[in-house]
């Protein structure tokens, strides 16, 4: 069964060639024009800064180091395929290139407030972006945000599936967004004639209303994984609500109940209804005794 959404959107909004914070959407502009990406950091002060990146610039891992893995490479239609680095390789590059979020005698799996597991791939985040590539129905021309993107799955599946005019990632660690998201999207703007734009922010979610006041609204985020902790549902809560366009839609993939940390789907959904500002459905359980898992669609409550 597909899924489609209803979104407002403007047609002159869809296949702009360039703007002032973005990849040209040109092939002759790709070959012959600067092309800058935006990376903003700054997560201690909760400020969100820019710092511009040539297309060609965007780091890559090298192919004898780390091989590529394909999301439903049986797939007729070349762009219903993301390709992404393995975790395990890149976590090896980066620690020999200086780009580990936490100390080699730390654990790599999640320190909170310092890293949080962004060079892992975590189950969800396949959910997300299997099912946005299989079953979802999406019109061109959104502006979408990926929040805690680690590999940036789900924002690459919209990348290549729907035609979207912005896609921004956001992770905590800026380590994270330059070992592995931002050649994740190297990797998988080679084959498109018409990229859209891109922006990537590191930091927490502290600092993203600042940002999105002088940015715009989106029509579509999606975050993967990122309800484990119970602590961190306000500040979700007020990403969301901040960064949602008035007949946004957002898809948050998690875990039925994060054993030994405190989060679950229940905790979360009875926030949200104590906070009352999203409804809240679901788009696609996996029934399992071992690792059940959902996939919520969130929108503005009239």
Not at 1 to 30: L, R, V, Y
Not at 37 to 65: R, W
Not at 278 to 293: C, D, I, V
Request: glycine share 6%.
């Amino acid at each position: 069964m597909a899924f489609s959404f209803n979104f407002q959107i403007d047609p002159k909004d869809i296949g702009n060639d360039i703007d002032s914070f973005g990849i040209s959407t040109s092939c002759e502009n790709q070959a012959n024009k600067s092309k800058s990406i935006g990376l903003i950091s700054d997560k201690s002060s909760g400020q969100l800064k820019e710092l511009s990146l040539e297309l060609d610039e965007l780091p890559v891992c090298e192919d004898d180091v780390v091989t590529s893995v394909q999301l439903l490479k049986g797939s007729t239609d070349p762009n219903a395929s993301v390709s992404y680095y393995c975790p395990e390789e890149v976590s090896l590059w980066a620690k020999a290139n200086d780009l580990m979020p936490v100390d080699s005698e730390q654990s790599t799996d999640l320190v909170s407030g310092v890293y949080e597991g962004g060079l892992q791939l975590w189950e969800c985040s396949e959910d997300l972006a299997t099912w946005l590539l299989d079953k979802a129905e999406l019109q061109p021309g959104l502006r979408v945000m990926e929040l805690g993107c680690g590999a940036g799955l789900p924002g690459l599946s919209c990348l290549r599936r729907h035609r979207p005019v912005k896609v921004a990632f956001q992770d905590f660690n800026p380590e994270v967004l330059r070992a592995w998201t931002m050649p994740n999207c190297r990797l998988n703007l080679a084959d498109l004639a018409r990229p859209p734009q891109l922006e990537f922010l590191a930091g927490s979610w502290a600092g993203l209303a600042a940002w999105e006041a002088a940015r715009g609204a989106f029509d579509l985020v999606l975050t993967a994984e990122t309800i484990y902790n119970p602590d961190y549902y306000q500040q979700l809560h007020d990403a969301l609500s901040h960064l949602l366009a008035p007949d946004g839609v957002a898809l948050v993939a998690a875990k039925v109940s994060y054993f030994g940390v405190g989060g679950s789907e229940s905790l979360f959904c009875d926030f949200l209804d104590r906070r009352g500002q999203f409804s809240h459905s679901t788009a696609m359980r996996t029934e399992s005794a071992a690792l059940a898992r959902v996939i919520l669609e969130l929108r503005r409550r009239r």
